[in-house]
Structure formats: C-alpha cells, structure tokens
C-alpha cells in the first residue's frame, strides 16, 4: 500500500468520526443490517433501510455506492446519509465493496455489480419495487457508479470491466455527487492532487496504470444514448466541481435526460460530498432535489 492510500484512510476516518460524532437511527427508519451478499470476503455486506410507514409495501429502491478515494468506507460511514433518503420514501440498500490496494480494480465493480443483481433477486423478501431502482454515488462511488450504467447499456464495455448486469435491467435513475469521470495516466508533478491520484491510481489498478487500464476509467467516453437519467451535482467548494459540466454537456449532447446542480451557500463553503453532513441543510436540501429527481421518474 502506498503512503496515499494509508494517509487517505486515516484523514477520511478522521473527519468522519467528527462529522457523525452522537448520530443515531431515526425513529421512523426500521433497518437490517450485515446481510451477505456474496462469500468471497466478509467485507462483502449490505444494509436495508425502509420507512417505518410503508411497512408491507413494495417501494422503490436506490442502491448507495460509497466514495473514498477507491481506497476508503464502508457502509457504516453511509448509513446516516442513506437513511436521510429512505426517510423520503425509498428503501435504501447501503453496502459496503472490496477496497483496493488489497482488492485491485474491478473487484469493487464486480461487487457493485453483485449487488444490483442481489436487489434484483430479492425484490419479494424486501418489498423492493423492481421496475424503480435508483442509484447514488458520490466522489469515487459516483465514478463507479457512471461506469455501471454506462455498462448496464454497453456490453462490450461490461465485457472489458469484467461484469454482467442483469439482462435488460438499467438503472431508473442515477445521482452522481461530486464526482470524477474523466480518468488518464497522472503524471507526478509536485501537485499535491494530482500527485494524489496518481498514487491511488498505482494502488487501484492491477498493473499500476497502463494504457488499457485508463481506457476503461473514463466512463464520460462510453456513455450512450441509452444512459439513465441523471441528477449531476457539485459544489463551490468541491475539488473535483470541473468534472461535472462535460459529463452533463455530454449527457444533453446525447438527449439523455440531465438536471444539473451547482451548490453554494452564504454562510458556508460546501465542500467535496457536503451532502453527507446530516447536520447541513444544505445536505438535506440537495438529498430532496435528488429523492424528488427520482419520484419524477416513478
């Protein structure tokens, strides 16, 4: 592992712990924890969460893909965002996938992947609405999480990403959260970012960056006509915030459906993934616009 990964892990785990520091579940939330959905490593759970109010009934689903730098996270640094969103009707499926460097890419594709197929699979036993599936992803989750649904509609590019979604299934809807979609080899220059990434891109990948590799990081290039809708969002203070445009200039160039939002605010900064400070309305706001997003499309 390299010096990135390590430093990224504890500053990540450190900011966390502050953010969520006296959180507890809301009481109109009924969860179930630490489901298995694969055997190959116990970091391989999930959690469901589901309204209290709509106990019997079959809901639509958004499926969580977590950030943190491809490196970091699990479900239990999610479970109070995702639980801000079952609280708008949805039941939420919050898991945690195999982290490189000890899991080298695609293996948290392949988990990503996994789940959906677990949703799927399982839409009886959990009330799960089939036909509305929805998804989140922030920073690197909304990376993974662009390249799965350009996948679910391109099986050459599900092919060369070592996956096989459902046949026919596309997600109903995306959210994709300051994120990046637009990946090529970084060069180490003295910047600290890009130096950065460069680090966790030696640490992801199996051969530490080829050409091949990078072709299959930048899911902005295969996108297609067939791409579900999307809610893009950044933020003033996000490091990634220029990543968003040329995914949605992209998205409407292709008549996909996009709605775009650019968050700011006069008493604060909003940083890279605000949305997940439950203490910020502004997080509550933008966790609306998106659960509203997704309503639309049910």
Same mark, same amino acid.
């Given at each position: 592992?390299? +010096?990135?990964? &390590?430093? /990224?892990? !504890?500053l990540f785990k450190e900011g966390d712990d502050? *953010? =969520?520091?006296?959180?507890?579940?809301?009481?109109?939330?009924?969860?179930?924890?630490?489901?298995?959905?694969?055997?190959?490593?116990?970091?391989?759970?999930?959690?469901?969460?589901?309204?209290?109010?709509?106990?019997?009934?079959?809901?639509?689903?958004?499926?969580?893909?977590?950030?943190?730098?491809?490196?970091?996270?699990?479900?239990?640094?999610?479970?109070?965002?995702?639980?801000?969103?079952?609280?708008?009707?949805?039941?939420?499926?919050?898991?945690?996938?195999?982290?490189?460097?000890?899991?080298?890419?695609?293996?948290?594709?392949?988990?990503?992947? +996994?789940?959906? &197929?677990? /949703?799927? !699979?399982?839409?009886?036993?959990?009330?799960?609405? *089939? =036909?509305?599936?929805?998804?989140?992803?922030?920073?690197?989750?909304?990376?993974?999480?662009?390249?799965?649904?350009?996948?679910?509609?391109?099986?050459?590019?599900?092919?060369?990403?070592?996956?096989?979604?459902?046949?026919?299934?596309?997600?109903?809807g995306v959210a994709l959260n300051c994120g990046?979609?637009?990946?090529?080899?970084?060069?180490?220059?003295?910047?600290a970012m890009l130096d950065m990434l460069a680090?966790?891109?030696?640490?992801?990948?199996?051969?530490?960056?080829?050409?091949?590799?990078?072709?299959?990081?930048?899911?902005?290039?295969?996108?297609?006509?067939?791409?579900?809708?999307?809610?893009?969002?950044?933020?003033?203070?996000?490091?990634? *915030?220029?990543?968003?445009?040329?995914?949605?200039?992209?998205?409407?160039?292709?008549?996909?459906?996009?709605?775009?939002?650019?968050?700011?605010?006069?008493?604060?900064?909003?940083?890279?993934?605000?949305?997940?400070?439950?203490?910020?309305?502004?997080?509550?706001?933008?966790?609306?616009?998106?659960?509203?997003?997704?309503?639309?499309?049910?």
């Amino acid at each position: 592992m390299s +010096t990135t990964s &390590d430093t /990224v892990r !504890r500053l990540f785990k450190e900011g966390d712990d502050i *953010r =969520d520091a006296g959180l507890t579940t809301p009481d109109d939330i009924v969860r179930i924890d630490n489901i298995h959905y694969a055997e190959e490593d116990p970091s391989q759970i999930l959690d469901v969460y589901r309204p209290r109010d709509a106990e019997g009934e079959r809901i639509p689903v958004i499926v969580s893909v977590h950030g943190g730098g491809w490196v970091y996270g699990d479900k239990d640094r999610y479970q109070w965002y995702c639980m801000s969103l079952a609280q708008h009707g949805f039941a939420v499926v919050n898991f945690t996938y195999r982290l490189a460097p000890e899991h080298k890419f695609p293996a948290g594709m392949q988990d990503t992947n +996994t789940v959906f &197929d677990w /949703v799927l !699979r399982h839409t009886n036993e959990f009330g799960f609405d *089939r =036909d509305h599936v929805f998804a989140v992803g922030d920073s690197a989750g909304a990376h993974m999480l662009a390249m799965y649904a350009a996948a679910c509609t391109d099986a050459a590019y599900a092919a060369e990403l070592d996956i096989c979604p459902s046949e026919g299934f596309v997600p109903a809807g995306v959210a994709l959260n300051c994120g990046t979609y637009r990946i090529s080899a970084a060069k180490k220059t003295g910047d600290a970012m890009l130096d950065m990434l460069a680090n966790l891109m030696e640490d992801l990948l199996p051969n530490g960056g080829t050409v091949e590799e990078f072709k299959l990081l930048s899911p902005i290039e295969r996108i297609n006509a067939d791409f579900p809708p999307a809610f893009v969002m950044t933020a003033e203070g996000d490091f990634l *915030r220029t990543e968003a445009l040329p995914l949605v200039h992209k998205l409407d160039d292709l008549g996909i459906e996009v709605c775009y939002h650019y968050y700011k605010s006069p008493e604060r900064e909003l940083g890279h993934v605000f949305h997940c400070n439950m203490r910020l309305e502004e997080a509550s706001q933008c966790n609306a616009d998106e659960c509203a997003f997704f309503w639309a499309h049910v």
